[in-house]
């Protein structure tokens, strides 16, 4: 096309127009045409680089790579090719592009340039922050703005360098593990072994074996001696997981070892001497076990030094999101996978979900949409059933067929609204026009509903 004609002018005004740097170069490498934005981009005048050769512009290093690269767009073996590119403090993105006629006959290439800078210097910074915001609300793996998990960190920091023995409540998929294993890692015994034993996962008759050891001859099967759990975590820590469910005979065992520090095993007369803390674990209430005479009250205050409570998530409203984008980012990497992001339907089932399996069910639904989910965005569809179809409002449901419960049910439909509007001022950090557009609602509205609720 020459300069008279007309479609000619349109063309080169787009292409002076556009903010990307752009550099076209024919079916011989010569540059034919630069625009404004790659001479601002790149530093350069346009006049310096019409008719030389495109290799000529790169450097001598990497000039037989751009020209393997060019080849490859000619014979269509590549479709296109983006490379980063750091030059005078700017970073830039340079795309190439084969470029062809409507007989699929290969005109030239065109080289596409974006400075990329303050993108790559956003990201950059989002990570720091987000080291930041980690380091200072993580401890041991578990990830806490929440008023509520402050203190347990606290906890676990202060307890962690000393001997006491531990026990840690709470229920089953709030991290009762977790905590165990950071107690131990920053212990003085973090050198030595943390040995773990679910006491309920073993029948009665081989917990003894298990918890104290065997010698040879012991019993049918006892073929040679065996160190049980005492010996095997000396001079380590001894995590007792489901300690409500040990049977009372074993109990009163497991008593004697802790007041006299030393095991006996099953077959054996010998007294052997164990240098073990204890970390024990329960999702009962042991003081109700003790009422009920299911757990002997003198091992309960042998446990209960210092108690560590962990509370459910539905409790940690504030933790949801951010432990949901934890999850959501760990498992892509794992799978391979683009990283999804939470749509707002998304976000809002997951604060109104009451979590019965706490973190570990949460860790799980995020699992699920890493795996299942086609697109980019974790959609409500995305989520398990039991998030989307509030199995958790059946009583509201049964009420609204009865017309006396009318009164009752405005009751509770006032306290789940005044609910959510807590939960989004809590997880946008009480930033008000954040929060309404997480409800969905205008901050007119959402003033007027504040006022209402108090």
């Known amino acids: 096309m020459t300069e008279s004609e007309p479609g000619n002018a349109v063309y080169r005004a787009i292409l002076t127009s556009m903010g990307e740097g752009i550099i076209f170069a024919d079916h011989t490498n010569r540059i034919v045409c630069v625009n404004a934005a790659a001479e601002q981009i790149r530093g350069i ?8 050769d495109l290799l000529a512009i790169h450097s001598p290093p990497a000039r037989s790579r751009i020209a393997d690269i060019l080849a490859s767009l000619r014979s269509g073996t590549l479709a296109f090719h983006t490379r980063p590119l750091e030059v005078k403090g700017r970073i830039f993105e340079n795309s190439y ?30 990570s ?39 026990l840690i409540t709470g229920e089953s998929g709030t991290g009762k593990e977790l905590v165990a ?8 015994r973090s050198g030595s072994p943390l040995i773990k034993i679910n006491c309920a996962a073993l029948p009665e008759n081989l917990l003894e074996s298990e918890l104290f050891g065997f010698e040879k001859g012991a019993f049918t099967g006892a073929l040679k001696e065996r160190k049980g759990k005492f010996e095997q975590a000396h001079r380590g820590t001894l995590f007792l997981d489901e300690i409500g469910e040990l049977p009372l005979s074993a109990q009163a065992k497991l008593l004697r070892v802790l007041q006299e520090k030393t095991v006996e095993r099953i077959g054996g007369s010998r007294e052997i001497q164990v240098d073990v803390r ?28 210092i108690p560590i409570e962990l509370p459910p998530l539905r409790e940690r409203l504030e933790d949801i999101l951010p432990l949901a984008t934890v999850f959501l980012s ?37 699992e699920r949409a890493t795996a299942l989910c086609t697109g980019n965005i974790l959609m409500l569809d995305d989520l398990p059933a039991e998030f989307r179809c509030g ?51 205008s901050r007119k509205t959402l003033w007027k509903k504040m006022k209402r609720y108090r």
């Not at 990283?339 to 979590?355: P, T």
């Open 391 to 441: 199995a958790f409002a059946a009583p509201e449901a049964e009420a609204l067929r009865d017309p006396a419960q009318g009164s009752v049910l405005a009751s509770k439909l006032d306290d789940r609204e005044a609910e959510l509007i807590e939960q989004a001022l809590a997880v946008t950090g009480h930033r008000r026009a954040e929060a309404a557009r997480l409800l969905g609602i």
């Open 45 to 52: 005048d346009a006049a310096n680089y019409l008719g030389r």
């Open 128 to 166: 720091v922050l987000r080291d930041q915001l980690l380091s200072e609300y993580t401890c041991g793996g578990m990830i806490g703005r929440s008023p509520a998990m402050q203190p347990v960190f606290q906890m676990i920091r202060s307890t962690a360098p000393l001997d006491s023995t531990i």
């Open 181 to 188: 294993r950071e107690l131990h890692g920053k212990s003085r």
């Open 330 to 366: 760990r498992f892509a990497a794992e799978m391979g996978r683009p990283e999804l992001k939470l749509s707002r339907e998304a976000k809002e089932a997951l604060l109104n979900h009451r979590y019965p399996g706490n973190v570990r069910e949460l860790k799980n639904a995020m």
């Open 278 to 305: 204890i970390v024990a674990a329960t999702n009962r209430d042991l003081r109700q076990d003790v009422a009920a005479g299911q757990f002997r009250e003198d091992l309960f205050y042998r446990l209960n030094v």
């Open 97 to 126: 592009y084969p470029i062809k006629d409507g007989d699929d006959r290969f005109v030239g290439t065109l080289m596409v340039s974006r400075d990329i800078t303050e993108r790559e210097h956003l990201k950059e910074e989002n």
